[in-house]
């Protein structure tokens, strides 16, 4: 069993756990992150590193992959030790609430002042279409993420969902893919206006082809390899879309796992907390990013990174009961000395 203390544990490597250090390490106080995933990023890495991401403040648009660099670059002067494959299993108390302990999977432990919760949707996997076959084609020619989009260059690309993933995926292969089909059971689509319009536009212009009001109902193909995707509406009108690849983004099922058993309140899988503070019912832990909810909550990474300062600066006189935290801008500080 391998031991560490710490003044913060981060419980996720997401974007806003990363920005997380920074915000921790501006206000000197160390941190150790943990993710089950075995490389930082999250859902930026793990399901859509070459996605373009519109609403990061100072970028036009900014890919997950370079975002999660650019905050890893940020982090890295404070020196975080990151201890990746290995979800955290247990947290208890001790030391009358003074200290937090938390155990991983591959037995590290690790015992902090202060958690941050920032584990984005828990868990994750894909919604899967209840389509016949469906396993026979996944990682194939059916996939739930992009990882690499020269891959589809030249592809007939048939795209289903009404989220911010389809309707930015058909935008960004439109100039890449032979044919774009952009398939959602209705007119109106729940990803950004902006990216919508985006998307209304190519298909004026025959770069994208809008297939509504239809939903997926069927595959063919043979080995793995798609030929075609059925899709049909609710009447029962049915179309054969040629294809080479179907992505099917239907949102993730969202698993706490053992965050269940901890005794933090949860809402609808979400963790409630005090939002000018982001502590959750437990006093030292605190949680941010898309797992935390209140009244009002936006899930944009830009709301995390509020929430990550927020949380940096709550904890901070349970890192330093002695001090007095006087509030500075960067500007004024710079980066800690020791830093």
Known sequence: MTAYFT????????????FAVFQCGMLRMRCHVIDALDAVGGQCTALYPEKPIYDIPGFAAIDAAQLIDRLMEQAAPFEPVYHLGQPVIDLACEDDGAIWRLETSAGTVIRAKAVMIAGGVGAFGPNRPPLKGL???????????????????????????????????????????????LVHRRPKFRAAPESVARAEALAAEGRIEMVIPYQLAGLDGADGRLAGVSVATLDGETRRLDADVLLAFFGLSMD????????????????????????????????IGDIATYPG???????????????????????????????????????????
């Open 256 to 287: 706490l796992g053992p965050i269940h058993d901890w005794g933090i309140d949860l809402e609808k899988s979400h963790i409630r907390i005090a939002p000018a503070t982001c502590q959750t019912n437990l006093r030292g832990v605190y949680a």
């Open 297 to 339: 909550k936006l899930k944009l990474i830009l709301t995390g990174f509020s929430e990550a300062a927020m949380a940096a600066h709550a904890a901070f006189p349970r890192v330093y009961p002695d001090e007095i935290l006087h509030f500075e801008h960067s500007t004024t500080t710079g980066i800690p000395a020791g830093a």
């Open 7 to 18: 003044d913060v544990a981060i419980i996720g490597a997401g974007p806003v756990g990363l």
């Open 135 to 181: 396993a026979d084609y996944e990682g194939r020619s059916v996939f739930y993420a992009v990882q690499r989009k020269a891959e589809l260059a030249g592809k007939r690309v048939v795209i289903a969902g009404g989220g911010d993933s389809a309707v930015d995926w058909a935008v960004a292969l439109a100039d890449i893919a032979r044919h774009v089909y």
